[in-house]
């Protein structure tokens, strides 16, 4: 029996083409500066991304973490959204290494912080207050379903961030997942962001690897937090040759997860008991709310006919696209679902 695995698009993997990079990779001491292939992913990395320079980093999390400290010193305090994933998942690593105090500001539906919640958040000059240094957003945004935020919704925000002269950073983990849905080049999606993070590892279907992306001064300085993290690698060209592959042919096939995941959303609905938020399906992200009590979950019972997916609890169920995934995976889950409601 196939598996078919929509717990998240993390557990993609790497295409053979990245295979075959992988093994014929021209690899040199990064920590020296001198891996080809991973200085041509920062290269490539920062100009698609519209930014001077980029930094390769082993996770999504190591990147949020080298940005945020990269950007405040200790005691300075960082905003972000109560449900982004920083502030959630990220085992408060910047307050545990950074000494970063966090204000976090209810997550309005889509994702987007309210732009008067982000003013009041921001501190007066006042010996009370920690000093606010960074405010950060998450684009798609996870937990309200992969929301791509278009730069309409990005503008208030980024407007009170340069009243104030703050910078921001962007997670953006499936970045490409939002400039594919918006039909919008990446550039100009992140181009309020003084930093982003984006994840190779996710739906471009990479190993290993994420990169951040910022002007030479801030990258300087992440490379020496990186470092102090313990992030720098050796002969980093091994996961960098996929991370090459990943963005030039594994970006503009995102459109396929989304297709499926609306297919899936709508499949979905129409099971009595489930429910559906279809507009907010936008990307490679279903939640669907199970109306039904089951005694054991609903887990157990999809994962006997093969289907994975994550239990948020409280009857909320994450389901992932992704590449390896097909109209047929999708059909065979939905009917899965329409016999366990049954
Ligand atoms: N998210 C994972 C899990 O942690 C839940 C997933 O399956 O969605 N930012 C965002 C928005 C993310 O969704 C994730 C991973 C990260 C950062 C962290 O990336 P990694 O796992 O590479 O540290």
Excluded: W
């Amino acid at each position: 029996m196939k598996v078919i695995d929509l717990r998240s698009d993390t557990v993609t993997l790497p295409t053979p083409e990245m295979r075959e990079a992988i093994n014929n990779a021209e690899l040199g001491d990064d920590v020296f500066g001198e891996d080809p292939t991973v200085n041509k992913l920062e290269a490539m990395a920062a100009e698609q991304l519209g930014k001077e320079a980029a930094l390769l980093v082993s996770s999504g999390t190591q990147g949020n973490l080298v940005s945020v400290l990269s950007h405040c010193q200790r005691g300075d305090e960082v905003i972000l959204g109560d449900q982004c994933h920083t502030y959630r998942y990220e085992a408060g690593a910047v307050s545990a290494f950074g000494g970063i105090h966090t204000f976090a500001v209810p997550t309005m539906e889509r994702g987007g912080l309210d732009p008067t919640d982000l003013e009041e958040a921001i501190r007066s000059d006042d010996p009370h207050f920690p000093h606010t240094a960074l405010i950060c957003i998450e684009n798609t945004h996870n937990l309200s379903g992969g929301t791509a935020l278009s730069p309409e919704e990005i503008g208030p925000m980024a407007e009170v961030a340069q009243r104030h002269d703050l910078p921001m950073h962007l997670d953006g983990a499936r970045i490409f997942n939002a400039s594919v849905a918006l039909g919008l080049d990446v550039e100009e999606v992140v181009r309020p962001f003084s930093s982003v993070t984006f994840c190779l590892s996710k739906g471009l279907s990479c190993p290993v690897g994420s990169v951040i992306c910022g002007s030479e001064e801030f990258i300087y300085k992440a490379r020496r937090i990186r470092k102090a993290l313990g992030g720098s690698m050796r002969q980093a060209g091994i996961i960098a040759a996929a991370g090459v592959v990943a963005l030039e042919t594994m970006v503009d096939r995102l459109a396929e997860d989304h297709v499926n995941a609306r297919f899936l959303a709508e499949g979905l609905a129409e099971i009595p008991g489930l429910q559906v938020d279809l507009e907010r399906v936008q990307t490679n992200m279903v939640m669907v709310n199970v109306q039904r009590e089951f005694p054991d979950g609903i887990v157990g019972p999809m994962d006997a006919r093969g289907i994975k997916f994550l239990d948020r609890g409280r009857g909320r169920l994450r389901l992932v696209t992704h590449y390896g995934i097909d109209e047929a995976d999708i059909q065979q889950t939905v009917e899965a679902f329409r016999a366990v409601m049954n």
